[in-house]
C-alpha cells in the first residue's frame, strides 16, 4: 500500500522567501509529526497532529515556522522568511495508533541559499 | 528529561561478522526506547522497540536489542551483519506526544 508522501523532494530557496512542504501521511492515520534532520545529526520533534488538532508544537524553533492540517489528513508545514538555519532534511511520519510505531516519508530536502 | 546517547558515530564491520551498536538512556524512570534504521533516500524504519515487557526485544530482518537497567543500556545487535545492512541507525526513546532520537550511528559492511 501506498507509504507516506512529502513534496517537494528538494526546495531551493533564497535568504527570505517562504516554503511550503507537503505531507501525505498513510490513510487512516490519525496521528501525524514533523521532524527537523540537520546533517549528521538525528530528526528533530517539531510538532504533533492528532487528526486535525495541533497538541504540541513545542519543538518549532521560532514564529516563523507554522504547521497545519485543517481536515486531519494531509499536512503542510511553512516556513516564512527563510534563514540558512533552516536548511535541514524536514519528515514526515504517521501513525495509526502507538507513538512508537511511526512510519515515515523520505523528506524534504531544504536549501536556503 | 529522557535522552540517549549513541557511543559510536561510525561502526565498520565484515559481511557475516557480528554486528554492536551501543546505545545509553537516560531516565528517571523506566524508559520507552525503539531503534530506527534509515537506508539512503529512503523513510526512517522503525526496526524495534521496548516498552517495559521483555527486556529481549526481538526486531525485522534478524536484528534485536537488550534492555539492561543496571547499565542503562540498550544495544543493538546482529549475529551476522549482510551487505543490506549498511545504513544509518538510530537509537531513540518516547513520551506520549513525540521520540527523541540519538545523533545515529553509520553502519558500514565490508564485503
Known amino acids: 500500500g501506498a507509504g507516506v508522501s512529502q513534496s517537494p523532494r528538494y526546495k531551493v530557496a533564497k535568504r527570505g522567501q517562504d516554503v511550503a512542504l507537503r505531507c501525505d501521511p498513510i490513510s487512516g492515520h490519525v496521528s501525524l509529526f514533523w521532524y527537523q534532520q540537520a546533517l549528521g545529526q538525528g530528526p528533530e520533534f517539531l510538532t504533533y497532529f492528532q487528526n486535525e488538532a495541533q497538541l504540541d508544537k513545542s519543538g518549532l524553533p521560532s514564529d516563523r515556522f507554522f504547521a497545519e492540517r485543517p481536515e486531519g489528513s494531509v499536512s503542510t508545514l511553512k516556513i516564512q522568511r527563510t534563514q540558512q538555519e533552516d536548511s535541514a532534511v524536514y519528515l514526515c511520519?504517521?501513525?495509526?495508533?502507538?507513538?512508537?510505531?511511526?512510519?515515515f516519508g523520505p523528506g524534504t530536502r531544504l536549501t536556503v541559499t | 528529561a529522557q535522552s540517549v546517547t549513541q557511543l559510536d558515530s561510525h561502526v565498520s564491520v565484515s559481511e557475516g561478522t557480528p554486528v554492536l551498536l551501543r546505545c545509553n538512556y537516560s531516565s528517571s524512570y523506566s524508559p520507552s526506547l525503539f531503534w530506527y534504521v534509515q537506508h539512503p533516500n529512503k523513510g526512517l524504519q522503525l526496526l524495534l522497540k521496548?516498552?517495559?515487557?521483555?527486556?529481549l526485544v526481538k526486531g525485522i530482518n534478524g536484528f534485536e536489542a537488550e534492555f539492561k537497567k543496571s547499565e542503562t543500556s540498550f544495544h543493538l545487535t546482529k549475529p551476522s551483519a549482510h551487505m543490506s545492512d549498511a545504513a544509518e541507525y538510530f537509537c531513540g526513546t518516547g513520551s506520549a506526544r513525540q521520540l527523541t532520537f540519538g545523533s545515529g550511528t553509520q553502519l558500514t559492511v565490508l564485503p
Open positions: 511520519a504517521s501513525s495509526a495508533h502507538q507513538i512508537y510505531e511511526q512510519y
Open positions: 521496548y516498552t517495559s515487557a521483555a527486556t
